[in-house]
């Protein structure tokens, strides 16, 4: 159901992949942004893989994931594999769970995509702190709480492409 709607679950559009391109870009921009230190920013990327991951598992997956990982990790400086690998378990529970996430309404999704964002964060720590860097502090996590608090946002913006027109057709009942 989409969120705000009057209660009705829509018919949608297949999605174009144009589309799905021009969303993961966008992403990917955001992320380049010179905010790496800042706390608190979502890592739009993870969401958008999550998003794509749970609502069209057959278009994306663990290897779009895991080279959008190796860009960030190239664009940042940051150890190889890092993104890659955080991002690569984003895609791979997205898919297993994108049957289970999309019973559920738009705030409980919310929750398992934090979840999810959350392991991925965690990852990244881990594998910091093995290459010999420090803990960060609990306020490293937050960004993954606001992608998640992000989550409707992202699933009306994202899906509003595929929606079909509100206007009822009388020679077409669908």
């Known amino acids: 159901?989409?969120?705000?709607?009057s209660g009705r679950e829509h018919i949608l559009l297949p999605v174009k992949g144009s589309f799905m391109a021009l969303s993961i870009i966008v992403a990917l921009l955001f992320n380049l942004l010179p905010w790496r230190d800042l706390?608190?920013?979502p890592d739009l990327l993870a969401l958008v893989i999550a998003f794509w991951c749970i609502?069209?598992?057959r278009k994306t997956g663990i290897g779009i994931a895991w080279v959008l990982g190796l860009v960030?990790?190239?664009a940042n400086g940051t150890l190889i594999g890092q993104h890659a690998l955080a991002y690569a378990v984003v895609a791979f529970g997205a898919q297993w769970l994108h049957r289970r996430i999309l019973w559920f309404p738009i705030w409980q999704q919310a929750l398992h995509v934090l979840a999810l964002l959350l392991v991925s964060q965690g990852l990244m720590l881990v594998a910091r702190m093995a290459a010999g860097g420090t803990f960060p502090g609990w306020s490293f996590f937050s960004g993954s709480f606001i992608a998640a608090a992000l989550w409707p946002v992202a699933t009306?913006?994202?899906l509003a492409p595929q929606r079909r027109p509100e206007i009822v057709d009388e020679n077409r009942p669908i």
């Open 1 to 5: 159901m989409i969120p705000g709607s």
């Open 72 to 74: 960030m990790d190239a």
């Open 55 to 57: 609502h069209q598992p």
């Open 156 to 158: 009306y913006v994202l």
């Open 39 to 41: 706390r608190g920013v």
